[in-house]
């Protein structure tokens, strides 16, 4: 059988295993009522607690207003504090609440658990080796 032209398309191909690894870290997540990029926002909170908003977009690459529209729905769900910080009013500091916190070494293993469960059937070379291409790609 002749391969098709968009077996070919690297769109196809990453959208095809984005949405793979979207579903299961979807279905890790929800038991704890957060989506995906939640998980990876809170995440990313727990390791820069106290970090600016601006600081957290910048490590996960991730704009102002989309950022923003996380931090919300995460502080409404009680899984943040967002504060003013101190030495400027114009930025705001984003701390666990204790509930986040007690939950975070939990949701840290959904992750880890979904990494590998994704990964699982690569040989330790070939996980380097997808890191680094996919990393180099976003350059």
Request: proline letters at 1%; hydrophobic letters at 40%.
């Amino acid at each position: 059988m002749a391969k098709r032209a968009y077996e070919d398309c690297i769109l196809f191909l990453l959208s095809k295993a984005f949405q793979k690894a979207h579903g299961k870290f979807k279905k890790r997540f929800q038991a704890y009522g957060l989506t995906p990029v939640q998980g990876l926002v809170l995440t990313a909170v727990s390791e820069e607690e106290g970090s600016s908003a601006g600081e957290i977009g910048k490590l996960l690459v991730l704009d102002q207003a989309t950022l923003s529209g996380i931090l919300e729905r995460l502080a409404e769900a009680g899984w943040i504090i967002k504060e003013i910080a101190e030495e400027d009013k114009r930025y705001l500091r984003i701390y666990l609440t204790p509930r986040a916190r007690e939950l975070t070494g939990a949701i840290i293993r959904e992750r880890d658990e979904a990494n590998e469960e994704i990964m699982g059937g690569l040989r330790i070379e070939e996980r380097l080796l997808l890191k680094r291409m996919l990393t180099d790609l976003q350059r």
